[in-house]
């Protein structure tokens, strides 16, 4: 990466790109491309050296509304032009924008290969549990049952969990957020950026023409102290009302039960998030049924070395071998002979 | 003359002969390959021009004994120009029943065989499917047969250095290149230096003493009627080397990297038999290459799309059902119009097909395997060692047009071999690369006005930031545009751009006769065809051979040309595609002469067809 | 006489005129698509004779006012026959500057504009991208005008209901179709019936209420020069229905099923146009139907092969990139040779491309988008109601010759409505299915000696087990074979059924004159052509009109009826497919006219190259 | 399906084919061959009511050499194929045999799809770690580092945990097995048979030819012991010879640690195997380094909804509305008008 010094002041304007944003009025999206512009303009990185690759979708007309590099390339195929693209050039910060639908459905397999590489970059998957561009059919991420014109009597699929299948996927960075939550947001995209591999972040995203209100039951006002539970490593598993404060422990058959927490000895008894803990981060990431709360934040996070970064030492050993990189030798191999004229 | 193996000269004395096909035959474990790999690099050191062809079956170790388990591997070698495998051996070396009797209905009549008698027993006949001993029940007769207890002799060869029984046996196929080495008097010391770098002891020892012993057998026990001198070619001054096609292919990408000072990307999923260019490439290291075993074929194909974008030589190669799954990367490639190279290493189809075997069948998928109008250059191959060239040239326009191309190999030229003349490396013209750095001005799809390309502009560039993506473009400014008018201008553009490439390409040129009958070919079958060609014309036929290298766009001339002949005549390894294309495109009364059976064309099949087609002129 | 809109008439009398084209524009969310089908319905029940063609932008909702969110729908009626959607609506009702903008080119001189005033305020004409009132600067005199405060009126209309703003203004679209009818003096009752059926209170009587305030208003103010009266077309008698073309496939695909007794399975993945197919016919689930949303094309395409296997009439529907993931599972259908059906509806490529937009441009990867050498049946539907009959050709050929077969439709015929005659569904023949039962001499390959088709042996069936698969293979057994001789016969086998397929196909038979120019169309361009030819042989050119519903294989007698032919002229919706295709086949001088701006044929247009045509001959 | 009497007798034998068997002398696929064709032979199903659909591989090679329906199909795509057979019949016993390759590189999409509908059918991969067919690369298993000829200085991708991803896909039955492992396999492969829904059961297979031994480790005798935990519902998670027993008990951070099993109280420390608790099978199923032994046999087993009864289901429901499936009136539409002769 080139020096601080490189790196003009941005602000979140400098990101804005001159392209009428097209998505319908009311759509989540607008909601995350701010603050990616908010953060991109933070993150003293030189605008040129951004490349946001998408598949397609309406979350992934996301590149043209930014000013930077963009790849809207083939549903689904947003992990491996991606891929393509940090080996040839790891220098670049590359993001790749897609959907419920081009994530996980088209682009299931070259989701979960490109987390097991952990080639150094960010997905940010909007979730709206939606086909939003084709108008409407039920998603991979979709709850069962959901009617919608493909699925008049309700769809037989079960969803996935989104993180839940990242996590079996061996990601080693899972966080979730909510277009609509600014700040939370704006850390969870923050430390993603930071780790070092891929990073997966789900985003719940409210598409206002085929699944308005999908997560309202979540997301507001009020429901938010009740139903999400805020994660961060280290500190207890605590949510709620600041005077009705809620905390989850562990039962001895595995599972997490949620008690008050009243007093001290409460509080000493919730389970402290652990973010590089698989079986605590599968606990939270598979949290949700009516009892639970929904966990948001950076679920899990551990390091690993990061795929480019292995093509390229092998490469640069090669290099340093003597000899090395010897065109006439490699044509001519070992074995030649001559014909006298 | 051929190597009739016809009785009379005593072992001192050599015949001189100046054309022997030989084939070795045997199981899957017996080492067949490398036995004629080994007896192939001999003879190009001693000078015979030559060429190669491997047939393995598609099974890693089918059953042994089992007629699907035999695994052949064809040398043609001669003192004059070879541009085929040969159509019969002359000689075949068969390990076992199973691999004679596969290999009989190929067989020269009068040829020699030599044969493991070890092996002649009923339970290997039984595994063989005969019913009996070819040997004793006269099917033979038409051959002059050699049996030698290959087993028994290599066992007291190698005995005392402590082999274990099967290790003993795995010996024989040295003898019995030892046996062919003398029959032919060839210098060892080619074989003897590999198999010390090869083996560890006390392999090396047992291999060597294999390989003396049989050399010594057939010269002591006068095994042969005649040993055969073929004198070395007159082959152009010059270094040479043995070369595969995929060898080639994988040299035409280093060389084509360092020539455009752009790092080298192979995004591959293995399938035969395009899988050796993935392992062939990634031990270049050194040079910078980075190789992608990708998840899939799609995966492949996006990578490298990245990786163009990226600024890399972008690379994918692929075989088979493999082609099938690139069809929608490709198109996205020629709507951001960024260069990339598919090569496809055709064999036989259709779906899973005949996966070890050769053909000319994915012409069709190359050409038009997209959805939607989808223009993208195509070119072929048409020997081992041409397969570097085209490769240089594959890259070079992909980068000149702002293009996919697809390189058309198949597995005849992929793992065939022949000596190539080495080229003067310091003298291949760099490939010409400029990258868009000045943000004045700058439009993503403004053309340059010659070859109508768009600007190359990588990510990482200051200044030059802007989205591409699979939604039709604006002109110029590379904006979505849903516009009829603008949609029918770039599609006309995209076409256009392709057929521009011809401005550069030499001329439509045949060789042979101003007219008469055209024999028109592509690919792989040049070598059968042009022998054919050549022997048709000595034999007072008035006739011509064209070879197309690039599929799409033609040459030009080629109309003046085509229309020049009486007659055109297009034999390809496939159902026909070329033939019906460029009747298609002239409208003339072009013929096909098509076959499919996985194998190469025989040159007495394409002269007896062009026999057959003059007399009908 | 067409809708001129000259002045002239008082309101009372009423102008009769044969033939109308009218186009609704506004903004994705001003309801057009919803305005101009029950415009369309009504038209129907009037008895004219129609087409419908609507155009929407790639986005859901592109930004208010602008270009990019306009979304129109174009009528064409008639009281004589209708074969197109109109070249130029002679009547435009935009709902604001940016439809009036992005409609204005395609207006017939001298034709009526209904505006909504209450929209051409400084903002939207900025968001239009237009410099300033087109209503005030000169740009409409060669149109009537007639400009209406569309908001306010409809305000107006509604008040008292308790809607609120929003919601008010969403029923302009019923003020300005109760001026429509007006206007053509139509019956409203259909409208209002299903107003009533589909609005719940206050919603409904709010647009009943905007849609009798639209027609009082156009009466009371006699707000054009002239009502029109377009009488009935003398349709063939029966009964009728509106419907658009993939409704009729879904209908086809349900009745091929009830006419085979095979349960019907459709595997698709979403993906714009086809997805109404898998939304329309999720519904029929009384059928037996089921329909798999397959996680991307090449499942869908994976599982329509499984469900074909288990004995399903087995289908996979898709567009532009969705096609071009599916050769790999059609390539194995062939080897395997099992009846299915690919329908494809065709739209705007090369990749993404124009995702709504309409094309002919997937012939080429149609035929030609496998690895190797994979003949398959290739059809085409020719309009609307078409699509109903050649679905069930699409099934019929599958099963009667166990092979994939490829239905090519387009988004112009997917979307666009005509009357279609109602066939007399017990009537229709049954679809024979054999299914192998008796274990007795099954060989899972051993062929019809008629159709060389071989047997469907469904899994389940007791004494049949055997094993399929994509490897090649033998003749009869089916057991896997690398045998290249083997390979070359059944790569013959595998065309010659395909081909045979054309000896129930009727011959080819062109319409019009037997010599001259002929006009050779295969698809949705047919009712253009065949209009266009009609009127070119009104207007005195010698020529004639073929339409090829069958693309692989050529139907019968084509080349005794293109050899009979002067010129031949090939129109196509893409870069010239069909055309070279038949020069290839045939060797004439076959011409072509490609227009490829993701809209259909205009007839003018053909008319004018025909004359061209005609002139040069 | 058809009442047992229909059911002929088998032995192993009914459910060998004619075809001659072209695996490598010492191939693991032999033995779970016979396993199948025994275990095939005891389940009461006629033999034509068996289909096994596969992808490409030399594992894939496996319904050739079953006498029952069978299908090679493309390579990865098997479990499409198998689901469009179930749909279209799902009175058929049907079997998916794939490898790591086929299964978890190219078919890795389709293979966590299906898990998510859960699809009433056996998944049977055949885990050699390499890609036999096409002569030895590493495939998605391989350990990183691995050295073949498409990795010259070892591969740098990290390797899936099979069973790992199938619980990230919400598998309902995960389990896993050993090629020579005669009796549990057999075990395993009746309790999949036994499962309703989509069975995944991933089988270590040796490839005697690409990557011989590598599975030597853990199956060797002496190893099996100390190497080898053999789960089963219920039961405490214990191992080891018998007079030097281990047991795994559960960390307060929750991981999983080994102690010797001397004592009752050691005993009862010992965590007991709930095959319904999806965090415990994510911990037993990521087991594997040094110091942990190797989870064996059903690790997990859930009761879910079947998809293809889900399918079905809505159609009986809708064939059951009065009017139902009338062609006429569907064909005819709600408008139509009469145009007189
Ligand atoms: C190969 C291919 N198949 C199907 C489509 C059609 N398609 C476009 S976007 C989409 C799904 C989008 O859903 P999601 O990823 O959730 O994005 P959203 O629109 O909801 O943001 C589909 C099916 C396509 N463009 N390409
Ligand atoms: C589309 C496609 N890509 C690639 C191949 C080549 N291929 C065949 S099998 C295989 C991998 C097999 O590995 P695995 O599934 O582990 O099976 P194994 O041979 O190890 O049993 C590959 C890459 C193919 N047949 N088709
Ligand atoms: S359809 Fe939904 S996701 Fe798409 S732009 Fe509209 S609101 Fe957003
Ligand atoms: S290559 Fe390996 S997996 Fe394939 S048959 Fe041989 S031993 Fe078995
Ligand atoms: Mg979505
Ligand atoms: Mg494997």
């Known amino acids: ?238 949510y709620g009302a600041k005077d009705a404060q809620k905390g989850l422990v562990l039962q001895p058959n595995l599972t997490l039960k949620v008690i008050d927490v009243l007093t001290p000895e409460d509080r000493a008894r919730v389970l402290v998030h652990d973010e590089t803990n698989l079986v605590m981060a599968t606990l939270l990431a598979r949290m949700g049924d009516e009892t639970m709360p929904t966990a948001m934040g950076v679920l899990y996070r551990v390091a690993h070395p990061v795929y480019e970064e292995g093509v390229h030492a092998q490469i640069e050993a090669a290099r340093s071998k003597p000899g090395a990189a010897d065109l006439k030798k490699a044509v001519y191999g070992g074995n030649t002979w001559k014909v006298e004229g | ?99 004679l009797a596969a290999n009989l209905r190929d067989l020269k009549r009068g040829g020699l065989i030599i044969v493991n008698t070890d092996k002649f027993t009923d339970r290997d006949f039984e595994k063989a499917g005969l019913q009996g001993n070819p040997l004793e029940d006269g099917s033979l007769d038409a051959f002059t047969v050699v049996p030698v207890q290959l087993s028994v002799l290599t066992k007291g060869a190698v005995e005392g250095l402590g082999l274990g029984a099967k290790e003993t046996d795995r010996c024989k ?164 119009e960024l260069p990339m190279v598919l090569i496809d290493v055709q064999r036989g189809g259709p779906s899973t097909g005949l996966p070890t075997k050769t053909e000319q069948s994915d012409l069709h998928i190359a050409l038009y395997g997209r959805h939607g109008d989808a223009p993208a250059p195509v070119l072929a191959a048409r020997s081992p060692g041409d397969c570097f060239d085209a490769t240089l040239e594959a890259v070079r326009i992909a980068i000149q047009y702002m293009t996919p191309v697809i390189l058309l190999t198949d597995g005849y030229l992929a793992n065939g071999a022949e000596p190539w003349r080495l080229p003067d490396v310091d003298a291949i013209p760099a490939i010409p690369v400029h990258l868009a750095t000045d943000p004045e001005g700058f439009l993503p799809y403004k053309r340059d006005p010659e070859t109508l390309s768009r600007p190359w502009a990588l990510p990482g560039t200051p200044g030059l930031e802007h989205r591409i993506g699979g939604l039709e473009k604006a002109k110029d400014t590379g904006n979505v545009s849903y516009d009829g008018v603008n949609h029918e201008a770039m599609s006309r553009l995209r076409q256009e751009k392709i057929e521009r490439i011809a401005r550069s390409l030499p001329a439509a040129e045949p060789e042979g006769d101003p007219d008469g009958l055209l024999v028109v070919s592509w690919g792989g079958t040049y070598g059968a065809v042009h022998t054919a060609v050549a022997q048709a014309r000595k034999g007072g036929i008035r006739c011509a051979h064209l070879h197309l290298r690039w599929l799409n766009p033609l040459p030009p001339g080629l109309a003046e040309v085509l229309a020049r002949y009486g007659q055109v005549l297009v034999p390809e390894l496939n159902m026909g595609q070329l033939g019906p294309l460029l009747r298609a495109r002239f409208a003339l009364p072009i013929q096909s002469y098509t076959k499919i059976q996985g194998q190469p064309f025989k040159v007495s099949e394409l002269l007896a067809r062009i026999q057959i087609q003059a007399s009908q002129a």
């Open chain 1, 1 to 238: 990466m080139s020096s601080v010094e490189d790196t003009p002041a941005y602000t979140k304007k400098d990101f804005m790109s001159d392209q009428t944003i097209k998505w319908c009025p009311g759509c989540g999206d607008y909601s995350i491309l701010s603050q990616v512009q908010t953060v991109f303009a933070e993150l003293g990185i030189p605008r040129h050296k951004f490349a946001i690759v998408s598949g397609i979708g309406c979350s992934s007309r996301f590149p043209y509304y930014m000013s930077t590099y963009g790849f809207h390339s083939i549903h689904g195929r947003a992990p491996t032009v991606a891929t393509g693209l940090k080996l040839a050039n790891p220098d670049l910060s590359v993001w790749v924008v897609t959907g419920d639908g081009d994530a996980l459905s088209i682009g299931g397999n070259h989701f979960i290969h490109l987390l097991r590489r952990n080639v150094d970059l960010q997905v940010l998957m909007f979730n709206n549990r939606i086909y939003g561009l084709t108008k409407g059919q039920y998603s991979p991420t979709s709850e069962s049952g959901k009617r919608t014109k493909s699925s008049p009597m309700g769809s037989v699929d079960r969803p996935f969990n989104p993180c839940g299948v990242a996590l079996g996927a061996d990601a080693t960075f899972v966080a979730r957020t909510v277009d609509i939550f600014v700040k939370e947001q704006r850390d969870v995209l923050l430390a993603a950026h930071q780790h070092k591999g891929s990073s997966f972040v789900e985003i719940w995203q409210n598409c206002s023409i085929f699944n308005d209100g999908a997560f309202k039951d979540w997301t507001e006002k009020k429901a938010r102290e009740e139903r999400i539970l805020f994660v961060q490593h280290g500190q207890p598993l605590i």
């Open chain 2, 1 to 99: 003359m051929h190597a009739d193996a016809s009785p009379g000269a005593s072992s001192s004395a050599r015949q001189v002969i100046d054309d022997v096909v030989v084939r070795f035959a045997g199981d899957s474990g017996d080492g067949m390959q490398l036995t004629g790999d080994q007896f192939t690099r001999t003879t190009a050191v001693h000078g015979n021009d030559l060429a190669t062809f491997p047939d393995f079956p598609a099974e890693i170790r089918a059953p042994a004994g089992t007629l699907a388990g035999v695994s052949g591997f064809q040398i043609h070698f001669s003192s004059h120009d070879v541009h085929t495998p040969g159509d019969e051996p002359g000689v075949l070396i068969a390990m076992n029943p199973a691999a």
């Open chain 2, 173 to 336: 196929n040295f003898f019995a290149l030892g046996m062919t080495y003398w029959l032919f008097g060839r210098d060892m010391g080619q074989t003897e230096a590999w198999i010390k770098s090869k083996f560890k002891a006390p392999f090396d020892d047992a291999n060597l003493r294999a390989l003396h012993a049989g050399f010594a057998y057939a010269e002591t026990v006068e095994l042969f009627h005649a040993g055969y001198e073929i004198p070395p070619a007159r082959l152009a001054p010059g270094t040479y080397r043995n070369i595969t096609g995929n060898q080639a292919v994988v040299l035409g990408l280093v060389t084509a990297s360092q020539k455009s000072g752009r790092p080298l990307f192979l995004g591959a999923y293995p399938i035969t038999p395009a899988s050796d260019i993935l392992h062939m490439l990634s031990v270049y290291k050194d040079f910078g290459v980075v190789t992608f075993q990708a998840e899939d074929e799609i995966a492949a194909a996006g990578a490298t799309l990245g990786a163009a974008w990226g600024g890399a030589i972008a690379v994918t190669s692929t075989s088979g059902p493999g082609v099938a799954l690139k069809g929608e990367a490709l198109g996205l490639a020629v709507m951001t």
